[in-house]
């Protein structure tokens, strides 16, 4: 297999050189300050790193002190090196999930970037059209969070075709982090994340959640049509297919560029030609990728045809195996 040019591979071996970097200045190894040392701070973020692509640099020192101060009181620890040998060791794989919880950012919403709903509207006319002539339909949320994403994807297409769930139309959701999932798969949530006038198209799945406590759960229709799953992107997917649409929005920003290009990389290989790519508002397609990704609307990206023997060819293989994804 032979790379392209600025073309290289997904792995853990190429942690940036930033996680080794000292924090910065007033920021060190003063236990007064945070108590987390700086070799402390380096293993960990290492280990987030590699289990999650997440890229923990120096400025954001304080931010990790404080989630992981918590976790440390949930388990009646008070010193930091002692959590890092435990999260470092056989013994702490579940740890390794909490801490996974507690570090990642899972802010969401219901039609966030409306812009990208819209979109969906105008795709959807002729996915519903090869669903009802018997085609397969998949669309997947790649970093769900909560659900919102997903759900606001069923019920942009519910509202062109209220029998979708009869033919073989199915939204994926996927999230690395456990909490998360849980609380999708209930599909229950506060009236604040609903809004005061949540958009007509998800009002009409919602309905009063069964506690009585003012909650609000999303009814049936919309969790049939979706699966959700936990998830870690940088692991081998074990699932096959294609994708028709991808939403992967607001997940990358907090990865380095290479593990971002190889994921990327492999959304490319999993999509068929004409497919979409939605990526997050303050996400910026790789320029490597620009033989596979035509740029359509707002973050929003066209899996681009391929004329045979003049482009690059994909073949997905695992993440970080060291024989990459891209390539001729
Ligand atoms: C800010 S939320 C975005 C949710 C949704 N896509 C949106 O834009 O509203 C980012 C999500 O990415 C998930 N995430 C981070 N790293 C991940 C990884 N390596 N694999 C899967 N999910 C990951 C986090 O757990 C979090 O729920």
């Known amino acids: 297999m032979v790379m392209p040019p600025g073309c290289s591979l997904a792995s853990d071996q190429h942690l940036p050189a930033r996680l080794s970097a000292r924090p910065e200045p007033g920021r060190g190894d003063d236990p007064a300050s945070n108590?987390?040392?700086?070799?402390?701070?380096?293993?960990?973020?290492?280990?987030i790193h590699?289990?999650?692509?997440?890229?923990?640099?120096?400025?954001k020192k304080s931010m990790l002190v404080s989630r992981l101060s918590r976790r440390l009181r949930s388990l009646g620890m008070t010193d930091f090196s002692d959590y890092v040998a435990l999260v470092q060791g056989e013994a702490g794989a579940n740890e390794r999930r909490a801490l996974v919880s507690a570090i990642t950012t899972n802010v969401t919403g219901f039609f966030r970037e409306p812009h990208h709903f819209r979109a969906l509207e105008d795709l959807g006319p002729a996915l519903v059209a090869r669903a009802r002539s018997g085609g397969r339909v998949r669309l997947w949320s790649a970093g769900c969070s909560?659900?919102?994403?997903?759900?606001?994807i069923a019920a942009t297409l519910l509202s062109i075709a209220p029998d979708?769930?009869?033919?073989?139309?199915?939204?994926?959701?996927?999230?690395?982090?456990?909490?998360?999932?849980?609380?999708?798969?209930?599909?229950?949530?506060?009236?604040?994340?609903?809004?005061?006038?949540?958009?007509?198209q998800l009002s009409r799945f919602l309905k009063d959640g069964p506690a009585g406590d003012g909650r609000i759960a999303v009814s049936q229709p919309l969790q049939d049509l979706i699966r959700f799953e936990e998830l870690n992107?940088?692991?081998?997917?074990?699932?096959?297919?294609?994708?028709?649409?991808?939403?992967?929005?607001?997940?990358v920003i907090y990865f380095?560029?290479?593990?971002?290009f190889d994921l990327w990389m492999r959304f490319a290989a999993r999509m068929p030609e004409g497919g979409s790519l939605f990526i997050g508002h303050?996400?910026?397609?790789?320029?490597?990728?620009?033989?596979?990704?035509?740029?359509?609307?707002?973050?929003?990206?066209?899996?681009?045809?391929?004329?045979a023997g003049s482009g690059p060819v994909l073949a997905e293989t695992a993440p970080g195996s060291g024989k990459g994804q891209a390539c001729r």
């Open 146 to 152: 909560t659900g919102q994403e997903a759900f606001s």
């Open 282 to 307: 303050s996400e910026r397609m790789d320029p490597r990728l620009d033989p596979f990704f035509l740029p359509v609307g707002i973050t929003q990206y066209e899996r681009s045809a391929l004329k």
């Open 256 to 260: 380095d560029a290479e593990t971002r």
């Open 50 to 59: 590699r289990d999650t692509g997440i890229l923990i640099t120096a400025p």
């Open 164 to 200: 979708l769930a009869r033919y073989d139309l199915r939204i994926l959701a996927t999230d690395i982090d456990p909490a998360v999932i849980e609380t999708a798969r209930a599909g229950i949530f506060d009236r604040q994340a609903i809004g005061d006038t949540p958009p007509p």
């Open 35 to 47: 108590g987390l040392s700086d070799a402390d701070f380096v293993a960990v973020s290492r280990l």
């Open 233 to 251: 992107l940088l692991h081998p997917w074990p699932f096959q297919g294609q994708f028709d649409v991808i939403f992967c929005r607001n997940v």
